[in-house]
Structure formats: C-alpha cells, structure tokens
DNA sequence: AGGTACCGTGGGAGCGCTCCCATAGGTGAT
DNA sequence: ATCACCTATGGGAGCGCTCCCACGGTACCT
C-alpha cells in the first residue's frame, strides 16, 4: 500500500526502453517478449519478463497501435435505439456470448449504438478512423447501408443474420427454416391442422425464412397452404396484438399460432384472451426466442428457442479469423463463412 | 457512391502531411485548424478544411493519442455482473444521460463490466495502461478498492455516490437523505404513524442516508424512533420479501412501509399479500426509485424518483471538468465536487 | 576446412500526430 | 526611420512502439 514500487521512477510509465536496459538487451528483444514471439531464448525471455515484473510494464496501446497498424478493439454495432437494447434479452445475451469469448483475448469490446441518424454519422466517423479492427453488426436490416460501409473501409466484420441469401459477410445465425419447421410440427403433432402465423417484420431476412419453414411444413404434411392464415407482425407486443385480430376476424376457425417471436405471442396472447378463446384448449399457441417472457407468461408459453449465448461466442470466433487473415494480401471476399446453428423447440403448456 | 472521391490515393488513409501538402501549408498549421486553435486566418483555415474535405481526412487517433499523450476516451465503470446491469433500470438511465451529453463531444465511452474478479484484474490492467482520460464509477460499495486504485493512478474519475461523508472524490448523488424524508413525511401526512422501514444494503451509502431520513422525518414529528420498526434488505425482491416477514412478526400493528427500493418493496408487497393485509388499506407502501416495476405494481406504488438520467449527465460534466483540470500542476485533491440532486415523491395509489 | 543454414539478437527507420521554438511579416509607438 | 511587440506560420523533435534488416555465433553438411 505504502509504496508502489519501482514505478514511476523518472516521473511517468515505464517504456519498453528501459525494460530493455534493466534486463539488459535490445528493445526489440523486449518486443518479442511481450508479443510472444517464440525467437527467443529461454534465459532470455526470464531476464525480460523479470524486468517487466520490477518495474510494473504496461506496453503504451496508442504507441503499439501507431506502429502495427492495429487497435486491438472491436465493435459491437447495435444500429438500434438504446432502448431495444435494453429491453430485448436478445442482445445482451449475445453481449455475454461476445464478452465471454473475448475474456480469453487480450481485446477490448466497444459498445456502439447507432439508432439515431446523428449516432450514424458518428459511427462512421469513428469506423473511418480505422479506431477498431474489426465489427460485429448484430440486428441488421436489409436495406442497412452499414455492410457496405464496412466492406468499403475494408474493415472486418461479421453479422448476426444474413441479409439476403446471397449474404457475401460472415454471419452467425441460428436456423429460422428449420425453427419455423419445428413449431410447425410441433403444432401438427398435437393434432392442430389449423395453424397460423404471425411473422416477423419481413426486411428481416430470418422473419422470412421462419415463414418458409412454416410454408414447407405445412406443405409436407399436405395441408394446402392458406395465405389467409399469414399475417405480417412488426416484432412488438402491439404488433402481434394486431396481427392476432386480424387472423381471429378473417379465420374465426384457427387452433393455433406460431408467432414469430415471444413480444409478438404476448400480444397474440392477450388478443386471443379478449376473444375469448382458452390457449391451449382453443388455440394452441407458439412464440420464438425462448427468452423470459416466455416462462414467465401465463400459461407458459411453448417457443423456439435460439442459442443465443453461442451466437454471440461464434460470431466473435468468426470475427478474429477474419482480423487475422487479413494479412495475405487480397483474398478478399473468398469463401465467406456462414454458421448457422440449430434451434430446438421447448414445449410447455401454451400447446 | 460510385465514387470515394479522392481517397485513398497512395494506397493508405491521408495524412496530416498529405492534407498540408494539398492546401499548401505546413503541418502545424493543419493541426492547428483540426484542432480548431484561435491562431489561424481565415483564408488559411478554408484552404485547410477545403483539403480535408477533398481528401476525406480523419485523424489517425493513435497517432494522436501517442503525441498528446490522452485517449480521448472515457470508461463507464460497472462494477457488478452484467445481469444487474440489464436488470436495473438505474444503469441504463444513467447511460442514457452519459450518453446523451457525450454526443456533444469528440470523446468516446468505453463500458467496461467488472463484476468477476477476473474482470477486475482486467480492468486494473486496462487502467495502468492509461486507455481512458477519465473513468465514471457508478454504484460503489464502501469497501471497494477501485476509487483508490484511480487516485493512485492519478485518472481523473467520478462517482455516482460518495462512498462516506468524508468522500474526497467528485460525485454525483441525489439527496437520499431527503428522499428518505419525503417518504415519510407522505405517509404521515396520510395520516400514517407506525411506518417501518426496509433498508437497502447497509454498505452503500446512499442506503444509510436514506434510513437518516426517514428518522430524522419521524423524529421530527414528535415519533419515538422504534429500532423495532427497521429491518435490512439487500437490495432483492427476495430481500424485501424476507424482510416484509420479519417486520410483521415482529411489530403486526404497523400500518406503513417505505422501502428502500421498488423492486424490495415489490417483495414486501407479496409478504404483505400472503400476511392477508390490504393495499393501502390495512399498510401503505412507498418505494424508491420510482422505476417501471412501480407504475406496473398492482396497486401502482407511490415511489421517491431520483433524476438518474440528469445523475448521468451532471458526472460526465464534472468528469470532464476535472479532466480539463489536469493541466495545472499539482492542485489534486482540492475542492473536489459534490453534486447533489433533489427527488421527488410520485403519489400513486399504493399510500 | 570451408560452406550453408539458421537462430537469437541489436538497433535504425519509421508510424502520424502534437508541441514548441524559430521566423517572417505587420502594426503602432517613439 | 527605428524598435518593440504581436500574429500567423513552418517545421524539427519527439511520443513509445513494431518491423525488418543486418550481424555474429553455432550446428550441420560436403
């Protein structure tokens, strides 16, 4: 407590220079140490690190950064309103997924929000700057002019969901056909035949690719598809509230719905409640996302449940790859890497 | 969008030198417009800006970082596990605020979650490195270590409440004490008389101040304090609950209960449920914080509103102030700065 | 013995800025 | 006209690091 060592001796930090002299060698041989070059003799190395240990080294990140040409920092883009973030378990669990990962790294994670039009001009600001190596984009829209920025400052990044299916970024998406198909099926299995649904907002790529597990289950289990049993959900409670009363009003005959997230069931659930129908009695009822809501609805709701948490691990995975292959010159844009993980369904009493 | 314009002419991002190059003056000169120095002409300084503008030119951070010796970044400092952090609202009201006056600015937040002890090794790390000019620390336990290991460092830091009376480092708090008063001096003016208190962590000291408050309140009502009368929570539901419990055993005639926050007083709420007592007929409830759990109880529950959001604002003003600060040598420790902020009671139907 | 190969190492040359000193010119007072 | 003084400007000297080339030494080959 009283004394803090051999720090601050000739007023600031220390430098890699006088790490050098202490042990006794040459400021590059010090580099090496402290970079984990693997060229340097044992006795070597123990001298240096010793040095480091006395006087309490710490490398000068803007200085490393001038140098190499790298940050060692990465962004986590939320092109989103602070509040989604926040609000929506989404993404904290993919923070946690990120910032797990991360803690075996020597990397620093910055949070960027980039929801209104004046945080966009700032983001690209900052990515101009070439202040991070690389970003992860989770949230993306379609017509979201962020990729293309980013792939026009040649910086690395990965998405959370492809845009498109002829996605040319590294994403890490969970598998929205196979999670709609699984819902589906899941209704099927219990008797329901028929069986709507409530989509996401569609400029999202994998609200879309939820409606075509739908339409293909269906379809294989040959009920003709009935485009009266679809209704367009924007992802909110009102959304799906909504979409509920429409789909009550055009098919009074319905016995369950598969609504393309657990916000929007709450809202479909609540419509259905006013409409008198008993869940799951009269309609059975299936969110996506498994996130709290769904425990804690009343009745507990039945839902697709993505590894988000593992997303997140992936997408970061996928993102230091990317950092590091960045150095054999132009191979840019040669087998992009999608991961796509699986969903499963939890069943509880909505179905 | 066909076009980047003059960018990226020899390959690499522009430089100082190629902007000066361009508009026909020195370096100094162009760092003196970019950093918006008084000492410049006019004409000059549209021919800089006209090449900057040509050019795309962004500073090189690092390169100006390692000159300059600051980061221009700010660390938002949580010292608890991520889940509290998106659990209570108080964290993100005080990003918010944070937020809302750094977009002012050229400064970067950094969110750095120590909650583990690794993440604390991290962050200790992160911080001799001197990454961030400035660090806002935000809900400090009495016997945390970090506020002194940033003296020791000499970084410039804020809290969002002081550890003790005698708390030497800058912070911004909202009058607990005074909170805790209003609290009471409701419940009396309903005509209340028995009114217990749960308590938050006893270790915080906001919390403390709070019990001043309400015994001050009491007291200068002509109330004998009744020890009797105040149980400890933690800060839980599961606290609040346990608490609600001990106080009715212990004393079954009160008929008012000012927690010390919302989410305690949810669980004191539940207590009294199951105890058979009416809200607010048989005991009236007020809590703190008045946080979203309060409009949403059932009854709605009359709550001590802190401004977080405004809290948020005002560190990062006075962060910024004692980062400017650190030019003249040697008047540490003088004149740090308090701020303190009012509440207000929101009345609802819960008292 | 001479040659070739590699290994561990030292240190120069920057990376792109800011700081500050020096300089040139302009102004007004003497 | 002279001097003192101020203002706008140029550019050298670093900030602390990484990169890379060059060097001497050792080991192994022919």
Redesign the pocket.
């Known amino acids: 407590m009283a004394s803090h060592g051999a720090r601050g001796r000739s007023g ?9 002299a202490r ?13 984990g ?5 044992d ?3 123990a ?1 240096v690190e010793a040095a480091v240990a006395e006087l309490g ?14 940050t060692d920092a990465i962004a986590l883009v939320v092109p989103e309103p602070e509040t989604r973030f926040f609000t929506e378990p989404y993404f904290s669990d993919i923070l946690r997924g990120v910032g797990a990962e991360l803690a075996d790294t020597e990397m620093q994670l910055l949070l960027i929000f980039a929801g209104s039009d004046r945080e966009r001009q700032r983001l690209a600001q900052y990515l101009a700057a070439h202040r991070v190596d690389g970003v992860l984009l989770v949230s993306v829209h379609a017509d979201d002019p962020l990729p293309d920025l980013l792939s026009q400052l040649e910086i690395p990044a990965v998405i959370s969901g492809p845009r498109s299916a002829a996605e040319t970024l590294p994403s890490v998406d969970s598998d929205n056909y196979g999670g709609g198909r699984s819902a589906v099926e899941h209704l099927l299995a219990r008797g329901r035949t028929r069986i709507a649904h409530i989509t996401g907002r569609l400029d999202v790529y994998g609200a879309q690719r939820r409606v075509d597990g739908y339409r293909d289950a269906l379809r294989d289990a040959g009920y003709e598809a009935d485009e009266g049993l679809v209704e367009p959900g924007d992802f909110t409670e009102e959304g799906g509230h909504r979409a509920m009363v429409a789909l009550l009003s055009r098919d009074p005959s319905l016995d369950a719905v598969f609504a393309g997230s657990d916000v929007m069931a709450a809202g479909a659930r609540q419509a259905l409640r006013e409409a008198g129908r008993r869940i799951p009695e009269d309609v059975a009822l299936v969110g996506y996302d498994d996130s709290a809501i769904a425990r804690h609805m009343d009745p507990p709701l039945s839902s697709v449940r993505q590894p988000i948490e593992e997303m997140g691990r992936r997408m970061l995975d996928l993102l230091l790859t990317e950092i590091a292959d960045r150095r054999p010159a132009a191979s840019r844009g040669l087998e992009p890497r999608q991961v796509v993980l699986a969903t499963d369904l939890v069943g509880r009493a909505s179905s």
Do not use: D, K, Q
């Not at 070059?37 to 003799?41: A, E, L, Q």
């Open positions: 600031g930090r220390p430098t890699l220079e006088e790490v050098a042990a006794g060698v040459g400021r590059g041989t010090v580099s090496r140490v402290i970079n070059s693997p060229r340097v003799s006795a070597t190395r001298a080294y710490v490398p000068n990140t803007a200085a490393r950064a001038l140098a190499a040409n790298r």
